[in-house]
T-cell receptor, first 115, second 116 residues
Framework: AQKVTQAQTEISVVEKEDVTLDCVYETRDTTYYLFWYKQPPSGELVFLIRRNSFDEQNEISGRYSWNFQKSTSSFNFTITASQVVDSAVYFCALSEFGAGNMLTFGGGTRLMVKP | DTGVSQDPRHKITKRGQNVTFRCDPISEHNRLYWYRQTLGQGPEFLTYFQNEAQLEKSRLLSDRFSAERPKGSFSTLEIQRTEQGDSAMYLC??????????????FGPGTRLTVL
């Protein structure tokens, strides 16, 4: 069965600090997809990134970067120079190939960025 | 705005009552998903449709829950004889299907259910 674990339930940083959100996953499939979603206080889930299991290249998008390591079954998310607007709950999710694109989410990490 | 919409946004009901939620997906999306999110937890998959066919249901979907997508467009999720444990945010998402590649799910704003 697939499982996603986000061990950090809550992180608090001061603006401009860098912060890394951890995600560890379990799956028996060799083909799968990993995601990060952001859920701001308004509640709507916002898609941030998707990676497939064959692409371990790290990705950078502005202040966001993602580190995918199959050897440790981890897909960590780093925000550089955090801003107050980054305050939200962040979810890591997994979808096994052929599973109808169903997402299995982790429990989320609440990030609070203080001015 | 052509995103996923859900109605109502909030619903308060008494235990034992029936409730129905509606989801309108992005118009060209043929897959529609329902998830449930309880306070402090990540969303949990409930069920999904491809066009009008319900292809998968989670064990979380008890007999009191039923979902339909009669014409392959909007979907309804009904909960009969609500219980306090049903209090949660019910999220709808939609996606395209295109061969074997993965297609992102776009989420609606959710319906927050409170059962008193």
């Amino acid at each position: 069965a697939q499982k996603v674990t986000q061990a950090q339930t809550e992180i608090s940083v001061v603006e401009k600090e860098d912060v890394t959100l951890d995600c560890v996953y379990e799956t028996r499939d060799t083909t799968y997809y990993l995601f990060w979603y952001k859920q701001p206080p308004s509640g709507e889930l916002v898609f941030l990134i998707r990676r497939n299991s064959f692409d371990e290249q790290n990705e950078i998008s502005g202040r966001y970067s993602w580190n995918f390591q199959k050897s440790t079954s981890s897909f960590n998310f780093t925000i550089t120079a955090s801003q107050v607007v980054d305050s939200a709950v962040y979810f890591c999710a997994l979808s096994e190939f052929g599973a109808g694109n169903m997402l299995t989410f982790g429990g989320g990490t609440r990030l609070m960025v203080k001015p | 705005d052509t995103g996923v919409s859900q109605d109502p946004r909030h619903k308060i009901t008494k235990r034992g009552q029936n409730v129905t939620f509606r989801c309108d997906p992005i118009s060209e999306h043929n897959r529609l998903y329902w998830y449930r999110q309880t306070l402090g937890q990540g969303p949990e998959f409930l069920t999904y449709f491809q066009n009008e066919a319900q292809l998968e249901k989670s064990r979380l979907l008890s007999d009191r829950f039923s979902a339909e997508r009669p014409k392959g467009s909007f979907s309804t999720l009904e909960i009969q004889r609500t219980e306090q444990g049903d209090s949660a945010m019910y999220l709808c998402a939609s996606s395209e299907t295109s061969g074997v590649s993965y297609n992102e799910q776009f989420f609606g704003p959710g319906t927050r259910l409170t059962v008193l």
